[in-house]
């Protein structure tokens, strides 16, 4: 007999086997192949385990019809489920086909798994970088509070030593302007420092050496010279100066300092100032 090129697709029946099963029935399988009116029952209530016969049957017979029934094996009366199938397309012969999953195919299944597995990877990955992100981000913000820190600690440091400046400017002019009144520099040097809040622990810069100092605070390295009466009345004086500056009022204070920028700035000024002091008492002393 002329070889069948014709296969059934068997996946639907495959499926209406497996809800049968899941309902607890013990199912059985008969194929009739119809050829006109001529009907031949080939396989008789075989265990759907053997559904595959109907494919090797076809490579013997040439049907145009195949009725595939259904019985419950507890109940083999009348079929649960019947199907006819119109062999009217041609498909490929192959005989490792039969059993291998039709429609949906085990590739296509495959390909739909490892989708889903790769999706879900993604997002597995996807939450593992939000997480990082939110790391990373609390990182950057304690960054910058350290190098805000930082920048405000640089401009407080800034600050002092601009400070330090300013008092050594305003105590060499000083030291300048006592020593306009005859007052040695280095008797202001030690009482000045008291003054301007300065003490042994300010370091000196490098650049400023003992020879070249203006302020007249850096300490003398050289070795001590006793002082001469003269000397040691002119250190009373400072030492009356700086007591008086300490105790009087912020106000005063400024006017001192600006009387003292403006005598740096002209020596001659000095004496002026003392003569026009001398003259304001002149009047008072003529009206006693």
Do not use: C
Request: charged share 35%.
């Amino acid at each position: 007999m002329e070889r069948s090129r014709f296969t059934v697709n068997l996946s639907n029946i495959r499926t209406k086997i497996r809800t049968y099963q899941e309902q607890g029935k013990d199912v059985l399988f008969s194929a009739l192949f119809i050829t006109g009116r001529e009907k031949n029952k080939l396989i008789d209530r075989a265990p759907v385990q053997q559904l595959s016969l109907i494919t090797k049957n076809l490579k013997y017979e040439n049907p145009d019809k195949v009725r595939i029934e259904l019985y419950d094996g507890k109940e083999a009366v009348n079929p649960l489920w019947l199907k006819e199938i119109q062999l009217a397309l041609p498909e490929p012969e192959n005989d490792a086909e039969p059993d291998n999953f039709r429609g949906l195919g085990e590739a296509e299944i495959s390909r739909i798994v490892d989708e889903r597995f790769k999706e879900r990877q993604r997002l597995a990955e996807y939450e593992q970088l939000k997480e990082r992100v939110l790391e990373l981000s609390e990182e950057n913000e304690e960054l910058r509070d350290t190098i805000e820190e930082l920048e405000n600690h640089a401009s407080q440091v800034e600050a002092e030593l601009e400070n330090k400046k300013q008092i050594r400017y305003y105590a060499g002019m000083l030291g300048d302007i006592l020593e306009s009144f005859g007052i040695a520099r280095d008797k202001v040097k030690k009482p000045l420092a008291e003054l301007m809040g300065l003490n042994d622990s300010d370091a000196t810069p490098k650049a400023i050496q003992p020879g070249h100092d203006n302020s007249g605070i850096v300490e003398n390295t050289g070795p001590a010279i006793k002082e001469s009466p003269e000397e040691q009345k002119r250190s009373e004086i400072i030492a009356l100066v700086a007591e008086y500056l300490k105790t009087t009022s912020n106000e005063i204070l400024a006017a001192i300092f600006t009387i003292f920028s403006e005598v740096e700035q002209n020596n001659s000024l000095a004496a002026e100032i003392v003569g026009f002091i001398n003259g304001k008492k002149e009047p008072n002393h003529a009206e006693i």
